[in-house]
């Protein structure tokens, strides 16, 4: 079962690229803030690169005007996501996260099998909305589709 609202974000590490790779606990993450973290199947994919990340990337300063930090994360390593943020002009403070091993995205429930295209096991497509560390808001894509993870669907049903 994926996570719920009102559950606690689980524990894992996550890495980024910042003078060589960096990790982050998601407790670091997670606790004493506001944080949507939006997850894709994978960096440099058509839907991926043409419409999620780039809505957010758009609406990053409507997120940071409301408190709420953003958060990207793949089930790719963490130099593809380095390389990805710089090719979509991703703004400073909006991370780019790896989850290599896909760790994090089994103990939130959000695995996918992607072996019938040569992807192995990545993550849904999904956003999160956390209020220090306490999910409040899931949103997870049926196969194939793209609309309640958006940026602006997760901006317009933010509280307060």
Known sequence: M???????IPEAILQYVRDGVQKIDTDTLFEGNRQVL??????FTPTCSE?????????YEAFRNKGVGVACMAVNDPF?????GESQHVPPGLRMLSDGNGEFTRLLGLEMDASAY??????????LYAENGIVKQVFVEAPGEFRVSSAEHVLANLPG
């Open 51 to 59: 419409r999620h990340l780039p809505g957010f990337v758009e609406h």
């Open 38 to 43: 939006f997850a894709v199947p994978g960096a």
């Open 80 to 84: 593809v996501m380095h390389a990805w």
């Open 118 to 127: 040569g992807m192995g096991t990545r993550s849904k497509r999904f956003a």
């Open 2 to 8: 994926s996570i719920q609202p009102g559950e606690r």
